[in-house]
Each structure stands twice: as structure tokens, then as C-alpha cells.
């Protein structure tokens, strides 16, 4: 079993920054993919982000943030992090770190593990 933990969440301006966390602990040797993923009041739970656990670090995001959001990694910590700038009101949301044991891939119901969500507020 995998067990996801992330924080970083809070409120914010439109135009500032935050950093989020997941760190993985249990059976995190069984990771190849983690992933951020939002859910807004009244919508259905999206992809943000998404970071192989191999060397290599494939990376892919959502058209929604890419250029604004980097996502990273340090093995050592078994820690992935999602690096919010530019923020905006649509971006509020409540955010989701989640793990899989296979490649890089989008739809939510493809993830094995979950996080508690950490939620992120963004003003006008």
C-alpha cells in the first residue's frame, strides 16, 4: 500500500505563487507515475500534472497550466512538488496528489492511490 500526504494549499492573489507537496511513504518503490489532479465545487476532478518516478523524469501537464506550473521530484525524500505561478481564479480548487504503478497517463479512474487533497484558494 501507498500513502500519499500533501500540503502547500492556502489563499492566495491572482498573480501569486505556491508551492504544493505529496510526499509518498509505504510501498513508494512500487511508484512509476505520480500526479496532481484539481476538483472545483460542482466539477469533475481534472489533470494537472504528472511526473515519471524514473531517472528520466518524464513530465506532462494540462494545456490549462502548462507555462505557469512545474511539477519535480526528489527520490531521496520520496517527495513530488507542483510550483504554482501566475495563479488565478480558476485555479481555485481542491488539489489531489495521486500514484500509479504504470506510465504517465490522465484519466483519474487510472490511479491507484490518492492523497487527501490540499485546497488552494486564489482571490481576484
Known amino acids: 500500500q501507498v500513502r500519499l500526504v500533501e500540503s502547500g494549499g492556502g489563499l492566495v492573489q491572482a498573480g501569486g505563487s505556491l508551492r504544493l507537496s505529496c510526499v509518498a511513504s509505504?510501498?513508494?518503490?512500487?511508484?512509476?507515475?505520480v500526479g496532481w489532479f484539481r476538483q472545483a465545487p460542482g466539477k469533475e476532478r481534472e489533470f494537472v500534472a504528472a511526473?515519471?518516478?524514473?531517472?528520466?523524469?518524464?513530465?506532462n501537464y494540462a494545456a490549462s497550466v502548462k507555462g505557469r506550473f512545474t511539477i519535480s521530484r526528489d527520490n531521496a525524500k520520496n517527495t513530488v512538488y507542483l510550483q504554482m505561478n501566475s495563479l488565478k481564479p480558476d485555479d481555485t480548487a481542491l488539489y489531489y496528489c495521486?500514484?500509479?504503478?504504470?506510465?504517465?497517463?490522465?484519466?483519474?479512474?487510472?490511479?491507484?492511490?490518492w492523497g487527501q487533497g490540499t485546497q488552494v484558494t486564489v482571490s481576484s
Open positions: 509505504g510501498r513508494a518503490l512500487n511508484i512509476n507515475t
Open positions: 495521486a500514484a500509479r504503478a504504470a506510465p504517465i497517463t490522465y484519466p483519474t479512474r487510472l490511479y491507484d492511490y
Open positions: 511526473i515519471s518516478w524514473s531517472y528520466a523524469g518524464n513530465t
